[in-house]
Every structure is written in structure tokens, then in C-alpha cells.
């Protein structure tokens, strides 16, 4: 009988202990994060510390699981299916391009009543900023990195060229270009691959040169776009012999070896002159604003920028794990780890923060001529408005460099594309 | 063979499964495509437009080209890849030495991630520092010196489908396969009458695999109809949209949020394919299933 008891209690009490432990366990909140900040990427180490820190201090109650996305336009092409079938990962980056798509959706969270009742949103992020993003009331993502592009170039090889300063009109550039051709080097970095990156950020420049800030309200009629092209079609013929069909990795190495004289990217890039570029390279870069078109619409000095990622959450039906997803997300814009991510990265950030004064030089340069810039113009792909017409830029921009179309041409073939 | 009144219940129910995994996976999904290929359907939204996305389609360049392209990569893989692939299969059945190592180092590709192979070639054929130019320049080939095989007009679809040939292996396995089952009588008939290797290969071997040849034609052709991978990590249908095919180009429109027009394209695809394989199938009947 005795023995009978004790079976039954020792039954009970390894079931209830059990059931007590699923129930700790299940408690845990796990939040998917498929992000582009990993690997090569410039952000990746700190946005790791920064999700192992919240993991160790949210121990047993939220976990923050990252999921590598290693290829950001995959990534993007990914999230772009995902908005369509409403399957929106917890956390995510998403781009300017997808903002609008995002919001139509209706799966994303609002983040609108968050910012309502709490104050460390409207403390971190500068007046304005939240509520320009607002669509029909709701807040459907966080702007978060900024980014300008101006010209980063190697004064090494501009100096054996005969140049000091950086040009700044394009004649004096493609004077520049000839005299770094004859040294032996090539001039400029260009590509088409993919979402044809690098050399899309050249004919936004071009553009806003041409047509001003405002070039895209009047649309792909406007001679601004050819102008653009007729500037493209002679950056093609100072670039690298692999530049059609070349990835953005193909065309940053080029700059990173020092076989190219002159290249454009984000500030993100700061970091990998000196964890990949050739010893020295940091020391040799100087930045500058693009070339301006004569006769055209832009002032000097313009620059070329704009919102870069924003962070958004998918809709959850779970009051609590929207609570932990929140919380993951101020935790992301704190003054404190935006300025950590800035420090190590390069990467310029909506949200307000105490930068280091050891700030990298490269980053100190381009605040200063950010700041002093008469405009920030939008880049092609985020004032275009229309994914179609982005899509099909980097097949316009390689026909134009094979001499398939001219430059009227490849405006015709963006026009076709919508 | 009459099927008893008791049997045809239990038929069913053995055949019930497939049939419903087939509508559920197959048919309902084609209706869906079909339906939603006359709408501007965005993932969000969608509205009927009549034949909108259909002629709006065939007035696109760089969809035709996507279709003769694909049809391109049809005939390559129908005229050359299984040609050649006999022609292996054949010098392999003779079983000379090392046959093995060759069968195996052909199927290699088969076994090793397309993809990888894909951004192998890719940096083999790249203009800077590519492999290919720097054989050809070593051999005296100086023009190719900076030729940019997938980023060239002339070149890149043929950079592709010259690529696309170390696929031979697969079709040129499922040859071999066959000729290990044709009996040695005929061989031995053949040796006794003095016949070469050659006529042998020409007059018993070719004829008894003549059916596997055109299942490896039909194979080679499904297989390029949808072909992806290769394009989109080597070129992405570029430069100038000169080597797009239409699985790239669906997957563009659907990546634009064009999702009744990329349907509409599926729509067109399968048309093609279905044309294509009917048209195969009468064309190669009487000698595949004799």
C-alpha cells in the first residue's frame, strides 16, 4: 500500500515538475530577426553584441533569434514576397523602395500607440522625423539609417595622375579620368549587376545635377534623364573591362586594390577601406562632393541621399510578444547603441546620438559636407517611386554601356519598363 | 481487362490520395495562375484587366527575347548536349580503361550545388581575372585578353550555354545505363561477321538505345524550358535583357509586385511547354515506344 502511495506521488511529482519546467520553457518569447547586418556586412559584429546583450538581459522571458541574410537583394526580393503573402518575419529591415507596399499591406505593426505612450521614442528621434513617416495614421516602420554618397576617391592615384583636388565639374572630370587612364589605373568603379548599386548612385548624382533635387516630380520626360545617360555613357568608357554584369562586390574590389581611382558607396563602407582594403587605403581616400553638370540644374556641393533601412514588425497577435518585439526595438535606438553601430561602421543614423569625437575621419568629412550641402537629393531608386522602372535600370544602364541603345534609348527603356 | 463492380471501390480508394495531392498541388495552383492572369493582381489587390497583361506582354521586347531564348536553350540542349552525351555514352560502353573515372568526373556536376557551379563559372569567365581569358591569352589568344564573356553581347548566351554542356553527365549516365542491358549475343554475332568498333557502336548499340535518346531529348527540353539558376546568378537575364528566359523574366515581374502579369507569363510558359513536349512526342512516337 505504502509502496503503492509513493509510486503514485512520485507519478505526480515528476509530471507536475515537468509541466512546470514546459511551461518556464514556453514562456520564452522568441523573436525571428532574418537580417542583412551579418557577415561582411559593417554593422554585423555590433549588431550581434547588441542581440547577445539583450538576450542575456531578457534571459528566460524574449529571445532575439537572427537569421543570416547574407545577399541584400535577395533579402529584398524575399521580404517583397513575404509583404504579398502577409507572412512578415517579427522584426525586419526593410528599404525606402518597399515602405509604401509595406503600409498597403496592412501586416505590419503599428507602432503609432507606442509612440503614443511612451516618451523614448519622441526623446531619440529628431522632431518631425516619426510623424513624416506616418501613412493614414499609422506608423508602420522606425526610420533608422541615413546615408549620403559622395565621391570617395584614392588621392595616391589622382596625385600620379596629376590632380590634387577632385574635379568639380564633369569636363574637368573626364579630363581627370584620361590622365588616370594614362597611368595605367582605372578611373572608375562602375557595375550592373543586380540592382546595379554603385553606378545607380552615379546617375542619381548626375540627375540631381541635371535636373536639381526635385528631378523626379517631373518625371522620366524631363532632358534631365538623358543628360544623366550621356554622363553614364562616358563613365563607361573609364571604367573596369568587368563592370558590365559586375556585382557590387566585383566593383568595390576594384577600389579596395587600388585598381580603380575612384568609387561611390555609403558611409557603411568606411570600415572595409581598412578590414579589406590593400594597407593604407584608408590613408590615401579623401571625399568629395560629385562632379556638376555645366548648365545644369543642381547647385555644387549637392548631395545624394536619403533614408537607407528602417525597422519594422510584423503584426502579432500576441499582446506579450508584441510588448517583447517593442521593447527589442527601443533597445535597437538607444542613443547609447546607435552610436556604438555609427562608431564602428561608419553609418549615419536618424537617431539622435553622442557621437565619439574620434568619429573616423571619412565619416567626420561627409557629416561636414552634408551639412554644408545646399540639398540632399534622392537617389534614382528611392525617388522613382516605382519598383518596375528600378528593376529594369541595370539592363537600360548595360545596354547603354554595350552602345545597344543611346541615351534617349535607355530612357525609352525605363518608360517601357512601367 | 474488365474491372469488377467490388474492385472499382477499392481502386478509388487506392488512387484517391495521388489524385488529390495532384488537384491540391497541381490543378488547383494552374487554375489559380489562370485566373489571376487576367487581373493586375500586387499581392495586395487585384482587378480584372481583361487581355491587358497578355498584350502587353508580346509588345515587350525583352519578353520575346526571353521566349526565343528559351527556345534557343531548347534547341542547344536537343542538338547538342544529348548528341553529345550519346556520343560519350557510347565511347563508355566500351568499358576501356578508366571508363570509370571519366563517368564519374562527368557526373561530378550533378552532385555539386548548381548554384556554386554557377558563381564558380562566373568568376572563371570574369574579365579581370577570370580564368578563362588567362588560358586564352597563354595560348596566344591576346584579343581575349579583357573580353568579358557574360557581359558582352555576342558572347553571353553562348558563354551560358557553353557552360550549361557540363551537364552532359546526366543524360550521358542514363545512356550507359541502357547499354549495359543490350545482350552481348549481338556483339558476338558482329565480331564473328568482322564488324569494327565503329559499326558496331553505328549498327547495334545506337539502335537499342534509340528510345532512352529521345526520353533524353524530352528530358534536356522540360529541363531548359524552365531554365533559372544558371542565368539568373551568371547574368540576370543581362546585359541588355539579351539572355533572358522566361522563368528570370517571371520572377521579375513577380519581384516588382507584377504578380498578374508574372502569371500571365506562367500561363504563356506552360502553353509553350505543352506545345512543345505534344509536338516532341508525335514527332519521336512510333520510335520511343517501339
Known sequence: MIKSILKLFSVVFISTSLTVISTVASAEITINWPSIWVGKDSKSTVISELVDEFNSANSGSIKVVIEEQTDYDIYAQKLTAQISTGDLPDIFTVGADLLSILHRSGKAMDLAPHVASDSHWNNVYPEGALESNMMGGQLTNLPYELFVTPVTYNKKLLKAAGYDEFPATYDEFFKMCEAVTATGKVCTSQMTAKNAWTSMLWFSQALASAGGPNVYERGLDDPAFVKAFEVMEKMYQYTTSDAVGADAGVSGGHFLNERTAVFMNGPWFIAR?????????HENIGVAPAPMLTGGEGAPGGYVGGKQSSLAAGKQSDPAKE????????????????????YSSG????????????????????????????????????????????????QALSALALGEVTPEGAVEMLKDAE | MQIKKDEVVWLLLFIAPAIILFFLFFIIPILFLFVTSFTNWDGISAEFVGLENYTKLFNKKS???????????????ALITVPLALIIALLLAHRSRGWKVFRTVLFIPQVVSSAAIAMLWA???????????FLLDYIGFSDYKNHNWLGNIRTANAALIGFSLCYVGYFMVIMLAKTAGISEDYYDAANIDGASQFQKDLHITAPLIKSTFFLCIILAVIFNLRQFEYVYLMTAGGPANKTQVLVVYIWNELSVQRLGRGNAAGVIMIAIGAILLLSLRKLLKSETYN
Not at chain 1, 577601406?273 to 587605403?281: E, K, M, N
Not at chain 2, 519578353?63 to 540542349?77: E, G, H, Q, S
Not at chain 2, 568568376?123 to 581569358?133: I, K, P, Q, R, T
Open chain 1, 273 to 281: 577601406y581598412t578590414s579589406d582594403g590593400i594597407p593604407g587605403l
Open chain 1, 323 to 342: 510588448e517583447a518585439v517593442v521593447k527589442f526595438l527601443k533597445w535597437l535606438t538607444t542613443p547609447e547603441n546607435v552610436a556604438r553601430l555609427s
Open chain 2, 63 to 77: 519578353f520575346v527575347r526571353a521566349i526565343t531564348n528559351n527556345l534557343y536553350w531548347c534547341l542547344t540542349a
Open chain 2, 123 to 133: 568568376a572563371m569567365f570574369n574579365a579581370e581575372y577570370g580564368l578563362v581569358n
Open chain 1, 347 to 394: 553609418a549615419m543614423f536618424i537617431v539622435k546620438a553622442d557621437l565619439p569625437s574620434d568619429m573616423d575621419r571619412l565619416f567626420i568629412e561627409m557629416n561636414e559636407q552634408k551639412g554644408n550641402a545646399p540639398y540632399v537629393a534622392k537617389t534614382f531608386m528611392n525617388g522613382m517611386g516605382s519598383l518596375p522602372i528600378v528593376s529594369e535600370f541595370p
